[in-house]
């Protein structure tokens, strides 16, 4: 029983320590608005996305639909998790960065960098129903 | 008879081919998106977690298997016919199993974890539950210790395990069309663990896709229609603790603000996504495609985002 506890612990170190070699590095194209867009629409069901807008260093992002309800990309490893933002979300500036606090404790504030597309979508945020 | 665990020995295997499947996927350049260590670390961490909480809880599970075959029906003996017999009973009882883990949302809460990843790759395989034998998820299998060894039914049961294994890959695209048709591949595994709507709640099989083709739950997968893995509303966590017990909770916080018992009930033993006002949707509503102006409506009525289902 020890041996096999022993092996699988190494094993997991092993793979964990492979992957971060081979996978580990950022892709050499990080993601931009086009993959906003089409993570929100693949992640909230029958939400369609006419705008949105990546965060500068690729790092998580927006979109909003016709309506005006704004859904945030959360970065997630290599991917994004996505929520449709609660009326009265939250938001703020802090340091450049406009700083959503999702009302889930565990998926936590984001933080984007949005350079100067920040002003209007914060206002999107504040104005979303 | 003493027969080996099938899990514990295949082991060593398992990190060979892991290791075999991301220098392939290296190779063949697709650096991006395949394996990413963090997401291989949560799943690696549930799948040794699982291994201590099935220690933990063997217990209920193997006294409950004693208890049922003190009213053993039959002595089928050990032919290898029997052995047959039983990974066929055995396979079926892990569809009605599978079937239930993602139509009653006290089962999902154990199974939820198996589909917690974004990611398709054989790590995600080993991305098992800390809860499943106390949430009682072997019921289903008890009918069989009426009529074979438990030895017997244990064995069976985790060699099914370590089939299923190695369909947890993209990089097998499908397999002769015989095999295809009597056994579950990557292919049709993929299908299951996409979130694409015409994917949710199908190809329940554990090895044989027979089951699924039988019970009208098999979808092949679709050739022009790119899969996104995962659940339908991702966690965005890599934390362990929260991917084994996220759901519990979220049950928890259901049952808590139910407005009534019949509601309570509800929360626990309808399918995921269930809500006693229809502010979320089910599976089947993604799959039938709810009209958008029913959506807009709910959305205009809820304070926390409409779509929470499975
Ligand atoms: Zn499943
Ligand atoms: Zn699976």
């Known amino acids: 029983m020890l041996t096999q506890a022993l092996l699988s612990v190494g094993g997991i170190a092993l793979i964990v320590t492979l992957a971060w070699l081979l996978f580990g590095r950022a892709p050499s194209e990080p993601p931009g608005e086009r993959d906003v867009m089409d993570a929100a629409r693949a992640a909230l069901p029958l939400y369609r996305p006419v705008r949105a807008v990546c965060g500068r260093d690729g790092r998580g992002g927006l979109a909003v639909d016709a309506q005006g309800r704004v859904a945030i990309m959360k970065p997630h490893g290599s991917h994004f998790s996505a929520r449709l933002l609660a009326p009265g979300t939250p938001v703020r500036m802090e340091d450049g960065r406009l700083i959503v606090e999702t009302k889930e404790r565990m998926f936590g504030a984001v933080r984007l960098d949005l350079g100067e597309a920040a002003p209007e979508w914060l206002a999107m945020i504040e104005e979303a129903r | ?310």
């Open chain 2, 1 to 310: 008879m003493d027969l080996p665990d099938p899990v514990a020995l295949a082991i060593p295997a398992f990190i060979l081919l892991m290791a075999a499947e991301m220098a392939w996927i290296w190779r063949r350049g697709r650096t991006a998106g395949h394996y990413e260590w963090r997401d291989t670390l949560t799943s690696l961490l549930m799948g040794f977690g699982s291994t201590i909480a099935g220690l933990l809880f063997a217990g209920m599970l193997v006294g409950s298997a004693l208890f049922v075959s003190q009213f053993r029906l039959v002595d089928l003996g050990w032919g290898w016919w029997v052995f047959l017999l039983c990974f066929l009973a055995d396979d079926l009882a892990y569809y009605a199993f599978h079937r239930a883990a993602h139509r009653v949302r006290w089962f999902w809460a154990s199974h939820v974890v198996h589909h917690s990843s974004q990611h398709y790759n054989l790590s995600t395989a080993l991305r098992q539950t800390w809860t499943g034998t106390l949430s009682l998820s072997f019921v289903f299998s008890l009918p069989l210790f009426l009529v074979f060894d438990p030895a017997m039914v244990f064995f069976c049961s985790g060699v099914n395990l370590v089939y299923q294994f190695w369909i947890h890959t993209e990089s097998v695209k499908t397999m002769p069309r015989w095999f295809e048709f009597i056994f579950n591949t990557p292919s049709h595994h993929r299908v299951h663990h996409a979130t694409n709507p015409r994917c949710l709640d199908r190809n329940y099989a554990g090895m044989l896709i027979i089951w699924d083709r039988m019970f009208g739950t098999f979808e092949p997968e679709p050739a022009n229609e790119p899969l996104r893995y995962g659940i339908v509303r991702n966690l965005g966590s890599f934390n362990p603790l929260w991917v084994a017990a996220h759901e519990w909770t979220g049950i928890a916080q259901d049952v808590w603000h139910a407005p009534d018992w019949r509601a309570r009930w509800n929360y626990i033993a309808q399918p995921p996504g269930w809500s006693h006002d229809g502010s979320r949707l089910t599976s089947e509503e993604i799959r039938a495609g709810v009209a958008p102006n029913r959506a807009e409506a709910r959305a205009d009525r809820d304070t926390a985002p409409p779509l929470r289902p499975a």
